[in-house]
Each structure stands twice: as C-alpha cells, then as structure tokens.
Nanobody
Framework: HVQLVESGGDSVQAGGSLRLSCVAS????????MGWFRQAPGRERQRVAG???????SYADSVKGRYTISHDRATNTLNLTLYALKPEDTGMYYC????????????????????WGRGTQVTVS
C-alpha cells in the first residue's frame, strides 16, 4: 500500500524559496509517474510539475524557470524546489503517484492518480 507524505511548506515573503519533499513508502518498483499539484482557497487543484521513471519532467507554464522537480531514488523522495516565489504561488501543495509511467502526461493533465498525500501549505506574502 503506497503512502505519500509531503513536507517543507512554510510562510515566506515574495522572492523567497522553498523546498518541498514527498516521501513515498510501500512501493519498491522501478516504474512510476509522480506529480505536484497546488490548490488555492476557492480554486480547483492545479498541476504544478511532474516526472516519471524515464526521467522526463514537465512544468506548468506559470512555474517554468522557477520550480525544479527532482527524484531521489535512494530515499524514494520527490522534491520540488520553488524559487522567486510570488503571492499567487500560495496554496496547499499535494503530491500524487502512480506505479507506472504510461500516459504520465495525461495523468498530470487530468490529475488522475490513485495515490495522494495530505498536502503541505505554502503561503507567500
């Protein structure tokens, strides 16, 4: 049973940076698709960034050049580093995972993942 736990959220000033982490437990396979999503108050959950076991990565246009996703296989941790933060980056950040990389881009576009974490809050003022 795969579980995801996010951490690293905080309150920061505009222009600051944060590193979010998502630790996956209960899965030891080599194939995966994982993503980060953001949900601001009163808004729908939005895709932020994603990556798969083929080392492909993708980003929402609004975060390209400011966010970097990386995966530490040794610790089963998906990291998301946020730079040059803006107030509009505020929201709850969720990690999601699937145990294969097929149609990963489609999963990211539709938020179609079987496993989700509980989120970590990022507030930018």
């Amino acid at each position: 049973h795969v579980q995801l736990v996010e951490s690293g959220g905080d309150s920061v000033q505009a222009g600051g940076s944060l590193r979010l982490s998502c630790v996956a437990s209960g899965y030891s396979g080599n194939s995966y698709c994982m993503g980060w999503f953001r949900q601001a108050p009163g808004r729908e959950r939005q895709r932020v960034a994603g990556g798969d076991s083929e080392r492909r990565t993708s980003y929402a246009d609004s975060v390209k050049g400011r966010y970097t996703i990386s995966h530490d296989r040794a610790t089963n941790t998906l990291n998301l580093t946020l730079y040059a933060l803006k107030p509009e980056d505020t929201g709850m950040y969720y990690c999601a995972a699937a145990d294969n990389y097929w149609d990963c881009e489609a999963r990211l576009q539709t938020a179609n993942f079987p496993t989700w974490g509980r989120g970590t809050q990022v507030t930018v003022s």
